[in-house]
């Protein structure tokens, strides 16, 4: 067997492993959707600290009279909204949420735009039906408001993985069964 089928057959194995481990968290998300959703809250707020901190860095290095002050304000700032993130990630994952909502309504309303001003062009009616059910999406967690806090992106995230997962999963499998034709080409 030749170097580069025995390495895709090796990767092929590893992806097909990695896209199960994906499915099978994806499914706990959706079983567990605040579990999810809060781990999702504490990622986002060390992100934001992280962030902070790197501008409140850069702005000693720019001094005062380079906008300094100003990203050393916005840097503390940051740093303020990740430390709430993860004082209270149960707050922090209501407000992801309310953004999150508001995110799909406005996509939503520019797709249904788009898509009503594509329409002599095939395929139009997509880019409509993809405005509509964010628009949809966007009323579907208003309207459960807050207790969709709970729930929306801890499920999102699992459809997320589920389909990543069956993605790798099935990149992985498409990878075996050619290193299998490349070993039987080769014997």
Known sequence: MSDLASAVKRNAGLAIMLGIVMIILGVLALFTPLAAGGAVAIVVGLFLLAGGFSQFLFAFKLGIGHGGILLAVIGLLTMLAGIWM???????????????????????????????????????GWTV?????????????????????????GILVGIRLIFGGWGLFALGSAARAVAGAVESDAA
């Not at 209501?94 to 788009?114: D, Q, V």
């Not at 993809?130 to 999406?137: E, K, N, R």
């Open 86 to 124: 993860l004082a209270r990630p149960l707050q922090g994952l209501l407000a992801l949420t309310w953004f999150l909502a508001l995110y799909f309504l406005i996509s939503g309303i520019s797709e249904l735009i788009a898509g009503f001003q594509m329409k002599p062009i095939r395929g139009w």
């Open 129 to 153: 039906f993809d405005g509509i059910v964010g628009i949809l999406l966007a009323i579907l967690i208003w309207r459960q408001w807050p207790v969709s806090g709970v729930w929306a992106i």
